[in-house]
């Protein structure tokens, strides 16, 4: 499914494609240094950490776990995340 949605060519896009999605804000407004501790305020911290989680393990093959993920502050943080793991 992901795989449709996400057409972006890089992670870093990508991951920025799917903050959007999972916060409702629009996908030009979110850059690397973007704020996920006051950007998910739109969503249920809880739902977007899990959602990310789920998409970073199925879509990037990452094995990560959501207390890493959930302590990440920017979209760059969840780049190294994917990044450090896909070595």
Known sequence: MLQAELTETTTEDKVRRLVSFFTSTPYEDIG???DLTSGIDKADPDYFFTMMTDAINMHFG???EQDQVSESKTVQDLVDIINSNNV
Request: glycine content about 0%; overall charge negative.
């Open 32 to 34: 690397l240094d973007f």
């Open 62 to 64: 990452v094995a990560a």
